[in-house]
């Protein structure tokens, strides 16, 4: 029987039925298609015993122009995954088992397949070229859409715009596939790293954080992972993620980019000045500053300027902007890690779920994605629910777990590194524990899940007055009266960074806004 490659619908009456997404013609022109190539796959996985494990993972039913086509693979795709032989007398039972015998044109047409060609060694690169035609169509009816959406002047732009993107990205995540990698040039890459770590100091083959004993636990924060950092509120999460990122850009010279989706970059900048000049934050705010205050805010806040160290302040950042964003700064200004504050305040708009835990969990996924595209390290911080307040008074009581974040379990599972600040102290609401030791300033940086590596807690210095977090094992610096005698010799009308020592006020008030490099 000759095979018809003209495009058609078949039902028992012979009538073409065309669906709601059967589609031929688009504009006056036909839509990318390739029928006798759909015909060779077919009667390819007919005949080959094994063809269908190769082309399993490439080709979808809808992926097939043809509705007959579409639905003989359903079949094929029914009995590979009922482990059953796939050959012509099983699919055209299972057509039969259907109901759909009738509608691809019988027992003769399946037949017909399996004879258009002499073997299927040729059967993948076909596959893949078919699924290609599915997905130039799959971007034709997209443009298509958002093209009559944007004529109609009762849409809002910026919606359109989140939709355009959620739909872009949920088509190039649906059909972009990875080829597998030979383990040797992998080796060559551990080596490689391994060599890295070795020619370190520290020996650390990821990014230094500053907080040593952290470093040792985690050695150094990795590339591609993605870190969840949680906490219940007042804890100190944004002041753990800016001291750090302070470590980073300034110690180090690691470029670091912060995504506030909670605070402005001025309230931010803010805490920075805080953390770094050692002044409490209401007297940043007030601007009511000693003279030394001043001489302490013009002889530190130095560190700062020049620092690889970008702020994104955005509110409700969707996903999808992220993703824009995050390529863009690594690629112009070699960001080597990114900060989300926090993970509950992003969305996906776009695309629609059934519920916001649904949401969450895309949003987690993504960040591991773009983790791996990136090749850097993402730390997101997130909230914890309620259930860490209603356990019991004791220290233990209060500390958190992994089944106390909000929102989604698909967090701790896309994560590969999960941490928890705890201050004993917020809870005890005393000097000392149980047990006599002294927990003022105690905060307990737990890792609950190391997918690479070994969990424990890890001890630091919280200082409630600076938003700061230290290594436990350092001093606390002294503060005002450690740099008066140093500053009182800085000559601070010849730098041009500080300008004049009469207008600090000024100073401050400029050093918040866009003259800082943030």
Not at 105 to 112: E, K, L, M, N
Not at 139 to 160: C, G, P, R, T, Y
Not at 327 to 335: F, M, Y
Not at 499 to 518: E, H, K, R
């Amino acid at each position: 029987m000759p095979i018809d490659n003209q495009p058609r619908s078949y039902s028992g009456s012979g009538k073409r039925q065309p669906g709601k997404n059967d589609l031929y013609e688009f504009g006056g022109r036909t839509q990318p298609s390739d029928t006798d190539l759909e015909e060779a796959v077919l009667g390819a996985l007919m005949l080959e015993k094994d063809a269908y494990t190769g082309v399993c993972d490439i080709l979808k039913p809808e992926c097939f122009y043809e509705p007959r086509n579409r639905k003989i693979y359903e079949a094929i795709q029914h009995l590979g995954a009922s482990q059953r032989p796939i050959d012509m007398l099983t699919v055209t039972e299972q057509l039969r088992a259907d109901g759909n015998l009738d509608d691809v044109g019988g027992p003769a047409f399946v037949s017909a397949l399996t004879m258009r060609i002499a073997s299927g060694a040729n059967v993948e690169y076909h596959a893949r070229i078919v699924a290609q035609k599915y997905l130039a169509r799959e971007l034709i009816s997209f443009a298509a859409e958002i093209e009559k959406k944007a004529f109609d002047q009762s849409n809002d732009v910026d919606d359109l715009l989140q939709e355009a993107e959620g739909r872009l990205f949920e088509i190039s995540q649906r059909n972009v596939k990875k080829d597998v990698t030979q383990i040797d040039p992998v080796i060559g890459q551990a080596i490689e790293q391994i060599q890295s770590a070795a020619n370190r100091a520290t020996g650390l083959s990821g990014l230094e954080s500053g907080f040593h004993e952290l470093d040792k636990l985690t050695s150094g924060w990795q590339n591609s992972d993605l870190i969840i950092i949680a906490a219940r509120p007042a804890m100190g999460k944004t002041a753990f993620v800016l001291s750090m990122a302070k470590n980073m850009a300034v110690n180090y010279n690691t470029p670091v980019a912060i995504f506030s989706l909670e605070m402005s970059n001025l309230q931010l900048v803010n805490r920075l000045i805080s953390n770094v000049c050692e002044l409490e934050s209401e007297k940043i705010k007030s601007g009511q500053l000693q003279p030394v205050e001043w001489d302490q805010l013009m002889a530190r806040i130095k560190e700062l300027y020049g620092a690889h160290l970008f702020i994104d302040d955005t509110p409700s950042l969707s996903i999808f902007e992220l993703r824009t964003k995050a390529r863009r700064l690594v690629r112009e200004h070699n960001v080597r890690i990114m900060i989300i504050d926090y993970l509950q305040l992003m969305n996906a708009s776009g695309m629609k779920f059934g519920s916001r835990e649904q949401e969450v969990s895309m949003i987690s996924r993504s960040l591991k994605q773009l983790a791996k595209e990136l090749n850097i390290p993402i730390i997101a911080l997130s909230q914890l629910n309620r259930s860490v307040e209603n356990r019991g008074d004791s220290k233990e009581g209060k500390r958190p777990q992994l089944s106390d974040l909000r929102e989604s379990g698909a967090i701790e599972q896309d994560a590969d590194i999960v941490c928890f600040i705890h201050r004993p102290e917020y809870y005890l609401r005393s000097d000392t524990d149980a047990s006599g030791n002294d927990i003022r300033g105690l905060a307990e940086f737990i890792v609950a899940k190391h997918r690479s590596g070994r969990v424990d807690d890890v001890k630091m210095r919280f200082r409630a007055k600076y938003a700061r977090f230290e290594n436990w094992d350092e001093e606390p610096a002294v503060g005002i009266g450690s740099v008066s005698s140093r500053i009182s010799t800085t000559d601070f009308s010849s730098d041009p960074a500080m300008g004049n020592m009469d207008g600090g006020a000024d100073f401050l008030m400029s050093a918040g806004t866009s003259d800082v490099p943030f």
